[in-house]
């Protein structure tokens, strides 16, 4: 998740990823450069944040506050951020009840927010979706009319042509994963169980146009760690093994692709090639990265699963890269190639592209935001200093845009030294600044957004 080099024994609460003690609002905000005016709409980011006095025990549990920037006709209009106010955050609700049971409205909601079918939602995988208002007011938990009974992932896919939101949900007890649909106008019309061997972390998956691609990797649930508490009780098992499977969207099993042992937070986008192969971009971390990292933020260290150990620093064995999976479901082939040697997370396209083919994927280094050109294999990056830390880069496509990469990128940049905040606004063709929105305060380092346009009118 994030490339920071942070070593103190709580990392995800110091410098740019501290969090911040209250709500606040701000109108006017201060422009330098020009917002382009079709930009009319609210960039939505979120991230884990615990309350004053209540530090989290792992940066994946803090609770969850969005950030708000409002922008129109050429205007900066506001600034909000509210915690997502679920009844773990209100009333202390135990994800686990007394007799055993989840309660799947009791999470912290802390990791991504989207629109879909006029809601706007935030996520976390363990549970419930929040639902929140335009102006960020928590609505309350979402389970489309009773029908979703367990976790939603926090990284839905929408089909682009159909308007469906595709997602899933993953289970530490049967079923361990389960395939869900909402049609485009927001009904919960499919829910199917796919056998996996066990429960694992599954963060992410990708969609192609009659595919659906599971990761099904070797960070696994471990009941000792969630007997202690306190922290994400998932840590890395050498025996699982590693695969990817590839399920019809219109029905039937999943067919499993053996891979090099890795994890995947964070996939980018895939699709079916001209030869009916599926091909998978996505951020890869190799075991050792995996094992250096997640102490870091507060899993347990490699070797230590049931006591944990010191954090250490993720560039101890390197970072995650940008890799690429080509899976034949004809043959059974599978075929692995690395698209670029940086260190990136956060991989993100034009999403009129999702499940269909791409040339661009955006992520973000250390202290830069890179474009990759999947066509020329070549890469560009925006440097921004090592005193900079950037967020994901949400694209937005130009209105009647002709070329894949004409419209903006959209990020919040934070000083790591705590002096302040901006929303950056990049033109996504050349990396270049179109504009940049002084924000009243430091934002820290989250993970998610999502750009909502206004609706037409």
């Given at each position: 998740?994030?490339q ?24 006017g905000?201060p ?8 930009l ?8 884990p944040?615990?309350l004053?006095?209540t ?5 994946f549990?803090?609770a969850?506050m969005?950030?708000?920037?409002r922008?129109?006709?050429?205007r900066?209009?506001w ?6 106010r ?12 007394a ?8 999470v912290?909601?802390?990791t991504?927010?989207v629109?879909h ?13 929040y ?11 979402c389970?489309f ?17 159909t ?26 019309v ?7 061997p066990?429960p694992?972390?599954?963060h ?8 659906v ?5 070797p ?22 093994g ?12 999943a067919?499993?692709?053996?891979v090099?042992?890795?994890y ?25 990265e ?5 102490p ?5 260290s ?8 010191a954090?250490?620093s993720?560039a ?7 890799h690429?999976?080509?899976?034949d ?21 034009d999403?009129?592209r999702?499940g ?5 994927l ?8 890179v474009?990759?050109d ?28 002709r070329?894949?990469?004409?419209g903006w ?5 934070s ?6 905040s901006e929303?950056?606004?990049l033109?996504a063709?050349?990396l ?5 929105v ?8 989250g993970?998610?957004g ?6 037409a009118?």
């Amino acid at each position: 998740m994030s490339q920071s080099n942070e070593t103190s024994p709580s990392a995800w609460l110091d410098g740019h990823l501290a969090p911040v003690p209250d709500e606040i609002d701000a109108a006017g905000l201060p422009v330098e450069g020009a917002l382009p005016p079709e930009l009319t709409g609210r960039y939505f980011r979120n991230g884990p944040n615990p309350l004053p006095g209540t530090p989290s025990a792992h940066w994946f549990t803090g609770a969850g506050m969005v950030h708000g920037v409002r922008l129109r006709d050429g205007r900066a209009e506001w600034y909000r951020n509210r915690w997502v106010r679920t009844t773990e955050l209100t009333d202390g609700a135990p994800f686990v009840r007394a007799d055993g049971s989840f309660d799947h409205a009791a999470v912290p909601a802390n990791t991504h927010v989207v629109p879909h079918a006029g809601r706007i939602l935030a996520l976390v995988e363990t549970g419930l979706p929040y639902e929140l208002t335009p102006e960020l007011d928590t609505v309350g938990p979402c389970d489309f009319g009773g029908l979703l009974t367990g976790g939603m992932t926090a990284h839905p896919k929408e089909d682009p042509v159909t308007g469906e939101l595709l997602f899933f949900g993953y289970g530490l007890v049967p079923p361990y994963l389960t395939y869900h649909r909402l049609s485009a106008d927001g009904r919960l019309v499919e829910s199917r169980e796919v056998e996996v061997p066990g429960p694992t972390m599954m963060h992410d998956f990708a969609i192609t146009a009659n595919h659906v691609v599971w990761l099904d990797l070797p960070v696994v649930f471990d009941m000792a760690l969630a007997r202690r508490g306190g922290g994400m009780p998932f840590r890395w098992d050498d025996g699982y093994g590693a695969r990817l499977g590839v399920m019809p969207r219109a029905g039937g099993p999943a067919r499993w692709f053996e891979v090099d042992p890795c994890y995947v937070f964070h996939v980018g986008n895939a699709y079916e090639d001209d030869a009916g192969r599926v091909v998978v971009d996505g951020v890869r971390y190799r075991p050792e990265e995996f094992t250096a990292f997640w102490p870091s933020i507060g899993g347990p260290s490699a070797g230590t699963p049931a006591t944990g150990g010191a954090p250490v620093s993720a560039a101890a064995t390197g970072h995650a890269r940008l890799h690429r999976w080509t899976l034949d479901p004809a043959t059974g082939a599978v075929k692995e190639e690395p698209i670029d040697d940086r260190a990136v997370e956060f991989p993100t396209h034009d999403e009129t592209r999702t499940g269909r083919p791409h040339r661009y994927l955006y992520t973000v280094a250390r202290d830069a935001i890179v474009k990759h050109d999947l066509r020329s294999g070549s890469s560009a990056a925006l440097d921004l200093g090592a005193d900079l830390a950037p967020g994901e880069a949400v694209f937005v496509p130009a209105e009647g845009a002709r070329a894949e990469d004409e419209g903006w990128l959209l990020s919040i940049v934070s000083d790591r030294a705590g002096h302040g905040s901006e929303l950056l606004v990049l033109d996504a063709a050349d990396l270049s600044r179109t504009a940049s929105v002084r924000l009243p305060r430091r934002v820290p380092a989250g993970f998610h957004g999502s750009w909502i346009p206004d609706p037409a009118t």
